[in-house]
């Protein structure tokens, strides 16, 4: 069997990244034949390439000198325009005063009718989206050599992966590994008029599946398929870069997450409680928590208000 996993990119450590590298990992060793396409550049020494390139994963992703002629800033692709509108001034005058004599518009209109007009035609090359462009050519001459038995998307940031997929007759799940919610309905806004080419959804948690039938309306066929868990004793990617080992004092454990019930804030006071019970009284230390919150008090963690008072494990 050959699966094709598709994704924006690889910056970040843990998340969809970690799963993402982690299940074309598994794969392969399980003797599938897994062949990853990212959209932009990876550094050669992220820890999750190397996982896969250890795994046998063949891997796809633009050398940086490329993605960075693909996708230049925006302000070069503007000043471009400016400069290639300038260049044509001489054409625009003979292209406006035709239009003023030929429908009689005023001088103004005409004008801004021609600017208009070379304005959309070099829009469309230098404001394209060069590196899709760029990975729609590099999965159509791996499909050539291995087509593939399944098209997995893994981020809602590549809904192109959806219509590329469809557009070829490919079998095409798409993998949610968040909790959409309509406070960041923008991550979601260009997969939700795609999302129904896909022949089946697979979400990390109930709360995946949920959430993209609020923001989308109907939905595919859907299936929760929790997050592997690797048997390997610690991520490489995760393990402490400092040869001297943590450093003396208190441990800091560091949570970042929204206050909704489906990232399971209770999860992290429940724990703090137990290891100052139990290991706070072993090390003589305690462990305490912060949460910065953008909602109303109303909607504080589930188990919050147990933790408040004099002597509190947390602040909100």
């Not at 990853?36 to 000198?65: C, F, K, N």
């Not at 001489?90 to 209109?109: E, F, I, Q, T, V």
């Not at 989206?129 to 940031?157: E, I, K, N």
């Not at 999860?267 to 003589?284: Q, T």
Request: with cysteine; charged share 20%.
């Amino acid at each position: 069997m050959r699966v094709y996993l598709l994704a924006p990119d690889l910056r970040t450590r843990g998340g969809f990244e970690a799963q993402m590298s982690a299940l074309a990992a598994g794969l392969a060793a399980e003797g599938v034949q897994v062949f990853v396409a990212i959209r932009e550049a990876v550094a050669p020494d992220h820890p999750y390439w190397q996982r896969m390139q250890q795994a046998g994963v063949t891997l796809s992703a633009p050398p940086a000198w490329l993605a960075r002629l693909l996708d230049p800033p925006l302000a070069w692709r503007q000043a471009s325009m400016r400069l290639l509108l300038a260049l044509c001034v001489p054409l625009l005058l003979l292209a406006a005063l035709a239009d003023r004599l030929r429908r009689g518009r005023s001088w103004a209109r005409s004008w801004q009718g021609a600017v208009g007009w070379l304005h959309g035609r070099f829009g469309r090359w230098l404001f394209a989206d060069g590196l899709s462009w760029w990975l729609w050519r590099r999965l159509d001459r791996a499909r050539r050599r291995w087509p593939p038995d399944l098209v997995d998307v893994q981020h809602s940031m590549l809904p192109g992966g959806l219509v590329y997929a469809d557009d070829r007759g490919l079998p095409l799940i798409y993998t949610e590994y968040g909790a959409p919610d309509e406070g960041l309905a923008s991550v979601w806004a260009g997969l939700c008029p795609v999302i129904g080419r896909a022949d089946a959804i697979i979400g990390r948690a109930q709360a995946s599946l949920d959430g993209l039938q609020r923001l989308c309306g109907p939905i595919p066929p859907g299936v929760v398929v929790p997050n592997a868990v690797t048997s390997a004793p610690a991520d490489d990617a995760l393990r402490p870069t400092d040869p001297a080992g943590p450093a003396p004092g208190p441990v800091i454990v560091t949570a970042v997450g929204r206050l909704a019930p489906e990232k399971g804030p209770d999860l992290l006071l429940a724990a703090l409680r137990i290891l100052n019970e139990h290991g706070g009284r072993k090390s003589g230390g305690r462990a305490a928590g912060r949460f910065c919150r953008r909602w109303p008090f109303a909607q504080q963690p589930a188990g919050a208000g147990r933790c408040l008072g004099p002597g509190a494990l947390c602040r909100i």
